[in-house]
């Protein structure tokens, strides 16, 4: 298997002597490939919250629904176009496109898979490879944060101005971070080119446990946990996605920095959002999860490294990492933009400081003490792992405990259960109350109307199981009324 | 490439590129310098910067390249842009001089400046000897710079970062308000507050999907036909707005309460079951 491995693993010499036409078919079936993967990751997206919200999301155009992201994206180019009075018209006109160009250069230097058989051509499954490959992705996203910050000023209106310049701290700031996660993978990879990153992850890490050998995990991922967790966080507020959207946040700024775009400028946001989540997850799966190659169950079988196979290794990793993405949205909540603010700087930069320091210490140490990988991993990693799960475990139990005393408490029976006599709390503000509707100091916390009569469920409508209406109770105990009643 | 070759052969896509480039480089830079509006500037300077970090990867300096574009155009002009968008948008140069010559003198002032660089630097580099790129980054690129920073250069990387930092840390004491620890309350004791004192600890209900008027003063109506007097913000008194008129039948807009399921569910479930 490493026989035929080494054979296909291209190396920085294989790139830059392909044949025009072979160039110019690559260019093309990238561009083809994410904007494919962008129609795609917005079913996908909207699918997967809507299961999550228990509904069933779209199901009408194409089969199973899958076409609608091009029946919208076919919509919005027929959108009429709007110029605001207010617009700077050159800016205006180029935000998007700067914000949609950096997006699809950045993948021209991920590797899809290891040397394949082109018309006859022996060539790397990759467009082009530099010894900075891993910076060009980061320049291009460093360029693409332009477009959306020329958005929001050049729109002339005061949502998107906010929303631009939330963006522009945020993207700053969380670059840092990003780069700083990527720093642990170059020392241990030992090169910044992406090609060569994934040969480094090749080889399974030779384990010696007290004379037992064993075959260790050599994904990124594994080795160095803290620089992969850092890198997901940090990417997340590079993509501006939830949760930490601030810069389009719909509740607060309408639409944050495309609120005064439409039609196809709109769409080339969309596009470029969609892309850079697809580039951030293709990188996450070169630099962390082992590239185009196969996990480890499919790596025993031989031919899983060779031909085209490790494309669909490669695309199989890039849409799990687009699903963490979508499990995010529909998960958490948005932050508030000082606490996300403080989150990165105070929390993500120095333990990606520090997390650098130690990687080096120990590659040092490993090297003077002429260590293996896998047993600098055994020794130093597994113990360093138990004793951070330890802290963590007695850490939440800590932060948890009021809450637990109290829940303890209130199902023996009491009520504030930990602060008998409340602190004194600042007047209540004058507020409206409805007249005749009891206060919450008369137990009146609005609930729904008791004969509240909800429609079936859709699912449970279609398997005729029932039709009509259900009376449901409202999930109040008769007792617990009382028992508040008493405590006012 | 020997030492001291004195043909240095440039090849037909690094002559391409700076062809191509070079002209825009230098347009960016006039642009810069001419336009009026301060976004357009720093526009201008963010495209000669590119130019230039293109022109160093072009001549095997990839790193440098990548950096200028990640550090120069990706942070330090965000940050530029950042201010300046803070500044206003409507704040162009104005056209008056308010100090007299002061374009002359600029322009003569630069100049000079430039003539005295210029001739600085062709005569300290006139006799240099030329070790070329093959013999300067034998390894690479990024080796020969790093092996370059850490041991003969690192002195001047380290004091380098020390400024910085110092800036950074001033910028901060500077900006700093001290303030008195506990003298603003915490999120979780602003909520305790909000749910213990006040009857509705969810935010005031919005305008309304059922108002029929497009008014601040105007409140919102509950499915049934009520006013929902808490939409009207505060500060504002609520008053008799002009509204349209309420749909009076079912065949105009609809039944609210059909709409909502609870008084008559029968045309929405007999169309399912056909």
């Known amino acids: 298997m490493n026989l035929w491995a080494a054979a296909d693993q291209p190396t920085l010499e294989d790139f830059g002597h392909d044949v025009w036409w072979i160039v110019l078919l690559k260019v093309v079936g990238i561009f083809g490939v994410l904007v494919l993967m962008t129609l795609f990751a917005i079913v996908f997206e909207r699918k997967v919250v809507a299961r999550m919200q228990q509904r069933i999301g779209p199901n009408r155009v194409g089969p199973r629904g899958y076409l609608q992201s091009l029946a919208d994206g076919l919509k919005l180019a027929f959108k009429e176009d709007i110029m605001p009075a207010l617009a700077d018209k050159p800016v205006y006109f180029l935000a998007p496109v700067i914000a949609a160009i950096p997006a699809f250069l950045a993948f021209s230097v991920i590797p899809l898979g290891p040397t394949v058989s082109i018309f006859g051509e022996r060539t790397p499954l990759q467009l082009t490879d530099a010894p900075i490959g891993v910076l060009v992705v980061l320049a291009c996203s460093a360029m693409g944060v332009y477009g959306i910050v020329l958005a929001g000023w050049a729109s002339g209106s005061t949502y998107p101005l906010l929303g631009s310049l939330r963006s522009a701290a945020q993207m700053v700031s969380y670059e840092i971070a990003m780069g700083l996660s990527i720093v642990a993978v170059f020392l241990y990879a030992g090169s910044m080119s992406t090609s060569e990153i994934v040969a480094a992850q090749a080889d399974g890490n030779q384990l010696d446990f007290f004379g037992l050998q064993f075959t260790g995990p050599s994904w990124f991922a594994v080795l160095l946990p803290v620089s992969f967790v850092i890198y997901v966080i940090a990417v997340v507020g590079e993509t501006n996605r939830a949760p930490f959207d601030l810069p389009e946040a719909e509740s607060e700024l309408v639409g944050g920095f495309h609120t005064e775009y439409s039609s196809l400028k709109f769409a080339l946001f969309f596009l470029a959002e969609y892309i850079n989540m697809v580039t951030v997850s293709a990188l996450a799966a070169t630099l962390f999860l082992g590239g185009w190659r196969a996990p480890w169950p499919i790596s025993v079988w031989d031919g899983a490294n060779t031909g085209w196979w490790p494309l669909l290794w490669f695309f199989l990793k890039v849409v799990a990492a687009l699903f963490v993405f979508i499990w995010l949205r529909g998960t958490l909540p948005r932050l508030r933009y000082d606490q996300f603010m403080r989150f990165g700087w105070k929390v993500l930069v120095p333990t990606a400081l520090v997390w650098i320091l130690v990687v080096a210490t120990m590659r040092t140490v490993s090297r003077e003490a002429d260590l293996s990988t896998g047993q600098v991993a055994l020794f130093v990693g597994v113990p360093a792992a138990l004793l951070v799960l330890a802290g963590l475990l007695l850490a939440s139990r800590s932060a948890n405990s009021d809450t637990r005393v109290m829940a303890e408490q209130a199902s023996a029976g009491a009520v504030h259960a930990t602060d008998p006599e409340p602190e004194v709390l600042p007047p209540a503000a004058a507020r409206r109350r409805p007249a005749g509707a009891p206060s919450r100091a008369e137990g009146g916390f609005p609930v729904p109307p008791m004969d509240l009569k909800v429609p079936p469920s859709p699912r449970l409508r279609r398997e005729g199981a029932d039709a009509g209406g259900a009376v449901v109770g409202t999930g109040r105990r008769g007792t617990a009324t009382i028992e508040e009643d008493g405590d006012v | ?274």
Not at chain 2, 60 to 83: D, H, K
């Open chain 2, 1 to 274: 490439m020997t030492p001291g070759d004195a043909d240095v052969v440039i090849g037909t896509g690094e002559a391409v590129v700076f062809w191509v480039l070079g002209p825009v480089a230098l347009a960016g830079a006039l642009g810069m310098v001419l336009s009026r509006n301060a976004v357009h500037s720093a526009l201008w300077l963010v495209n000669t910067m590119l130019a230039l970090g293109v022109f160093y990867v072009v001549q095997s300096a990839p790193f440098l390249g990548a950096v200028q574009i990640i550090v120069y155009t990706g942070a330090i002009m965000i940050l530029f842009l950042f201010v300046l968008m803070l500044v206003g948008r409507d704040s162009s140069d104005s056209v008056v001089e308010t100090l007299r010559g002061q374009r002359v003198a600029a322009t003569v002032l630069g100049l000079g400046f430039a003539g005295l660089v210029g001739a600085g630097i062709a005569r300290a580099t006139e006799d240099l000897p030329v070790a070329g790129l093959g013999d300067a980054q034998a390894e690479g690129n990024i080796p020969a710079i790093a092996e370059l920073l850490f041991t003969r250069y690192l002195l001047a990387f380290e004091v380098t970062s020390a400024l910085l930092i110092t800036a950074a840390v001033g910028a901060m004491v500077l900006a700093h308000i001290e303030r008195e620890p506990g003298s603003r309350q915490t999120q979780k004791e602003l909520s305790r507050a909000r749910f213990l004192t006040s009857d509705r600890p969810q935010t005031l209900p919005g305008p309304g999907v059922y108002a029929r008027a497009n008014s601040v003063a105007a409140p919102a109506l509950l499915p049934d036909g009520r006013t929902l007097d808490e939409t009207v913000a505060t500060g504002v008194e609520p008053q008799e707005v002009q509204q349209m008129p309420r749909p009076t039948g079912r065949e105009q807009l609809g039944s609210p309460d059909a709409a909502l399921g609870t008084l008559d569910p029968a045309p929405a479930d007999s169309g399912e079951q056909r």
